[in-house]
């Protein structure tokens, strides 16, 4: 079974800096695009940031210069550096695993807590 487990969140001061991890089992790491979204209640998940498996990195204009997602393909795992945090940050986090092929499966891992405040 697929698993993927998001660690790193937790309770932040506004400008504070906090690193989520996501480690993923059971599929072909290197070839999926891996990203992060942010849900808070009431609305839609949204994109927070991408990464291709050449590495090429997309970002929400909204976290652009303050977050940075990076991947290591030998531990199957991708991060979120997120840098200048503010309230309106304060989210679940959630990893995704995207398979590029068509009919590919779209995976999600348990979601983690981020609260900017102080």
Known sequence: QVQLVESGGGLVQPGGSL????AASRIV???YVMGWYRQVPGKQRELVARIFSGGLTQY????????????????????LQMDSLK????????????????????????????TVSS
Request: aromatic residues 14%; contains cysteine.
């Open 60 to 79: 929400a204009d909204f976290v652009k210069g303050r977050f940075t997602i990076s991947r290591d393909n030998s531990k199957n795992s991708v991060y």
């Open 87 to 114: 309230p309106e940050d304060t989210a679940v986090y959630y990893c995704n695993a995207d398979d590029p092929r068509p009919r590919g499966v779209n995976y999600w891992g348990q979601g983690t807590q981020v």
């Open 29 to 31: 790491f290197s070839m």
């Open 19 to 22: 690193r989520l991890s996501c």
